[in-house]
């Protein structure tokens, strides 16, 4: 008997690990749940008659997909673009019976092609490339993907000067919570501030930190403004509110601190060029010390965001050329052009 219960346990937990390696898998909340996903929308995924919104989505996963797919995904998390795009290539959708993981892989693909080509040297041909993916993904999916790859288009549209980002941010806006829509008004922000639009980009930024819905957004939103100041040239006053930024956003929030130190550096940068009684009295030295802190905490803690990652490592040469350390200078130099090689920062540098 002892042995005929041992055999039915056995098999049980052979069928129940089977079942848990084939299921879909939907992670939200910090929490996976394991089922059979039915229905997907531009706002929710379904899986067993439970809907999981996707603004509180982290990671979906479906039951055998591809190997390239799940290879792909997980180097796509970390900020590896080119290594992901190899192993979605490497997909054959021929052999893809399931939509939803046809769609995953098409996502993947263009998203992709679009950081490569944001971060890179913003080459014309490839970002209308990467454009032309995202356009017909969400054309012809209803899928929950569908905000991220429309805030994506309109990074790719704002890259290229172009006012149309504004009407992908405002689809994102249109998403049916509050925090979506402060963060397409951000977006528009940082758009108008990159075509030098400061006052407009200043506005768009204090309607979002007048708002209570959200912090992460308000902070977000007061990097901006203090980037646009620093544009007008109001270098102490965006020191001041990134110092607010870096002191009141949360750990997690890497985000927002890889972008506050990047800009925060910026500025101290600008304001070594200043006479001392206009920053605060600190030198040019001072200041270029304190733009070295900055970058070298982008660069040692918040390396997984590549567009402020290979602007710190440019921003490090030239600081510790200055200083005459021109041996760190080269090992920074030799950083980026192994790392970013086709970056508009190496380029910059003879890369």
Not at 301 to 323: C, F, N, R, T
Request: proline residues 3%; glycine residues 6%.
């Amino acid at each position: 008997m002892k042995r005929v219960l041992c055999v039915l346990a056995v098999a049980m937990f052979v069928l129940s690990a089977t079942v848990a390696r084939s299921a879909d898998r939907v992670k939200a909340g910090g929490k996976t749940q394991m089922g059979k996903i039915t229905e997907m929308s531009s706002t929710a995924v379904t899986m067993d008659q439970k809907k999981f919104p996707v603004n509180e989505i982290e990671l979906v996963s479906f039951d055998e997909e591809p190997k390239g797919l799940k290879q792909g995904r997980d180097q796509y998390v970390v900020g590896k673009y080119q290594e992901a795009l190899e192993k979605f290539n490497s997909v054959d959708l021929a052999d893809v019976s399931r939509p939803e993981v046809k769609q995953d892989v098409e996502f993947f693909k263009a998203m992709c092609s679009a950081r490569l080509a944001l971060y890179g040297n913003h080459d014309e041909k490839e970002l209308k490339a990467a454009g032309q993916q995202l356009l017909t993904f969400i054309k012809n999916t209803g899928n929950f993907h569908y905000y991220e790859a429309c805030e994506t288009l309109g990074d790719i549209l704002a890259a290229m000067g172009l006012a149309s980002s504004e009407k992908y941010y405002n689809m994102v806006a249109a998403a049916p919570w509050p925090d979506y829509r402060l963060r397409a008004a951000v977006l528009s922000g940082r758009a108008l501030t990159s075509q030098k639009e400061y006052d407009k980009a200043i506005k768009k930024f204090d309607e979002v930190i007048g708002q209570k819905d959200s912090e992460p957004q308000r902070l977000a939103a007061t990097l901006g403004k203090a980037t646009a100041m620093a544009g007008k040239g109001k270098v102490e006053d965006a020191i001041k509110l990134l110092n607010e930024v870096v002191e009141k956003a949360d750990a997690d929030n890497v985000e927002v601190h890889a972008r506050a130190f990047t800009a925060r550096g910026n500025c101290y940068m600008a304001a070594a060029t200043r006479p001392p009684e206009e920053v605060g009295g600190r030198s040019a030295m001072d200041n270029k010390q304190h733009a070295l802190v900055d970058f070298l905490k982008v660069d040692m803690l918040y390396s997984s965001y590549p567009e402020q990652h290979a602007e710190a490592l440019a921003k490090l040469v030239g600081l510790y050329k200055d200083m005459n350390r021109g041996r760190r200078a080269e090992e920074k130099r030799s950083e980026l052009l192994k790392s970013y090689p086709n970056s508009a920062w190496a380029a910059k540098l003879g890369g």
